[in-house]
């Protein structure tokens, strides 16, 4: 058994509402295998159990940990050869990447999420070369990295199977390329074996393996709605409901993927996945830029969450989500850095600053615009919400799981900070990566003074530096000219895909007659 009594300058145990959060001076919390026993003052815990180990030195603003609710891979597009573009564009420069080692690489986001205090992640794997075999042996390895690396993880294989290039059929979108290009196309479709019946018994194999575990759930993720038939639509629903696990489904991101659901169906992505079951308390929709009125007024209704991914709206000229009108309607919102922060990194604390900053409207009335409580809610209980982890980690309080970070007060109070600046406030707003002094999961201290306790990150790094200095692969030198030569017929492809003056905000049409 392992008993423990964490101490804080200011303990932060959680989020009363958008403008106040709870707060203990001089506090600590006890933790016992994991889970929290006891929250109070220091004095009074240390009174109580004074043989106990302690953690902290009083001098840390002590914080539940963070949770990045939309996560898809280690080293970044831009490492990796693939720029920011518009997403549809985005897709095909994708192509460009490696045959990674899928452990190595998922240590490598995951020593940047842990260093700024991330304690929970939502992976959400991208499609996978290979036969379902293949890929949950691929899948093993990215859940070996997190358990290693001691971090939780809430896991969902990405569902596609159709349309997997462009917004078309892949046969009709090999047909309509030049003949010189129809049989790369064809090797790199082919190279996905996995069919939908395939993906749907990978999780229930995933989920029957793993989601046991203390640190590791397993859930759905429809991909997108051009990405899923109808019968995917129908078969993830079912799933969701007889194994009660939450969906991640990334929604009407661009104005493109709006354009594709009234080409569709004639409605909006939204009413149609709610044809199938999807739209329920157990739903999160990933980005939600282009979701209009009457889909923001259902999903507070249904009771869904949205996660907002700040940083990738911004890089890949996805628009600005309305975050002030999910707020304002009642719908549960998380945070999440998605494939790369800003700083192409994975920095929560960047990240919260650049949702706090972006929605800042014009105007004086304040619950018109985040808030700082706001803001950790959703990188805390409001991410935690999206998982299968449930309320069980996002706050510190009695009987919830010890997740949690710890922040020097020195390295944003000095050599100075008004003693009437709420303390929540000076670490959203100052608190940098290099900061974060000790790193709490399930009890266990994964990180602290620089250094994560269980894996060696230089040795890690260097691994992962070795593998990728060798040669590309003739495959990946094929994918690598494809993914060039698809371009213009890609660009071709959306030139006149959406009415600009349907979707385009600040399209006015010509004066002349």
């Known amino acids: 058994m392992t008993v423990s009594i964490i101490r804080a300058r200011t303990l932060v145990t959680g989020v009363a509402d958008r403008f106040t959060c709870d707060t203990i001076d001089d506090g600590a919390l006890i933790q016992e295998d994991g889970v929290i026993t006891e929250v109070g003052t220091y004095a009074a815990l240390s009174a109580r159990h004074p043989t106990l180990p302690v953690v902290g030195s009083g001098n840390e603003v002590v914080v539940p940990g963070f949770v990045n609710a939309h996560h898809h891979v280690g080293l970044t597009p831009v490492q990796l050869g693939s720029p920011d573009m518009p997403l549809e564009l985005w897709f095909i420069t994708r192509l460009v990447i490696r045959n990674l080692d899928l452990y190595l690489d998922t240590l490598y986001s995951a020593f940047e999420m842990v260093a700024s205090g991330v304690t929970t992640v939502q992976h959400i794997q991208s499609s996978l070369p290979g036969t379902a075999t293949e890929i949950e042996a691929r899948i093993d390895q990215v859940i070996r990295a997190y358990d290693d690396i001691g971090m939780r993880v809430s896991y969902c294989y990405g569902v596609r199977d159709q349309n997997r290039l462009v917004y078309q059929a892949d046969e009709d979108f090999v047909a309509s390329l030049p003949a010189e290009l129809q049989d790369p196309m064809k090797r790199f479709f082919g190279r996905f074996k996995a069919g939908l019946d395939d993906l749907m018994g990978l999780f229930e194999s995933l989920h029957a393996r793993h989601n046991h575990k203390r640190r590791v759930r397993i859930q759905l993720a429809p991909a997108n709605l051009h990405w899923c038939s109808d019968r995917a639509l129908g078969l993830l629903a079912d799933a969701s409901a007889k194994h009660d696990v939450p969906m991640h ?110 929605h800042r409207v014009p105007g004086l009335v304040e619950a018109d615009v985040p808030t700082i409580p706001q803001i950790l809610r959703m990188a805390t209980s409001g991410g935690a919400r999206t998982t299968p982890y449930g309320d069980a980690i996002g706050r510190l309080e009695a009987g919830k799981a010890a997740d949690l970070s710890m922040h020097d007060w020195n390295g944003f109070a000095w050599p100075y900070l008004d003693p009437e600046t709420p303390v929540i406030d000076a670490l959203v707003q100052r608190g940098k990566a290099q900061g974060v002094k000790t790193v709490m999961c399930d009890g266990e201290v994964v990180y602290a003074e620089g250094r994560f306790t269980r894996v060696d990150r230089d040795s890690a790094l260097k691994a992962l530096h070795d593998d990728l200095a060798k040669a590309l692969s003739h495959d990946e030198m094929e994918r690598r000219h494809l993914s060039k030569a698809l371009l213009p017929h890609v660009r071709r492809f959306y030139a006149d895909y959406i009415d600009p003056a349907r979707h385009d905000p600040f399209y006015r049409p010509s004066s002349r007659a």
């Open 249 to 358: 489904m990334h929604l009407v991101e661009t104005a493109y993927q709006k354009e594709y659901a009234r080409r569709l169906s004639g409605s909006t992505a939204l009413a149609h996945i709610e044809r199938f079951g999807l739209v329920n308390e157990r739903l999160t929709i990933g980005h939600g830029v282009w979701l209009n009125e009457p889909d923001i007024e259902r999903l507070a209704e249904a009771g869904s969450c949205i996660c907002h991914n700040c940083s990738s709206n911004f890089r890949l000229r996805s628009g600005v989500a309305p975050l002030n009108r999910f707020e304002a309607a009642g719908i549960p919102t998380a945070l999440g850095i998605d494939e790369a922060g800003l700083n192409d990194d994975r920095d929560m604390l960047q990240e919260m600053r650049l949702a706090l900053r972006a």
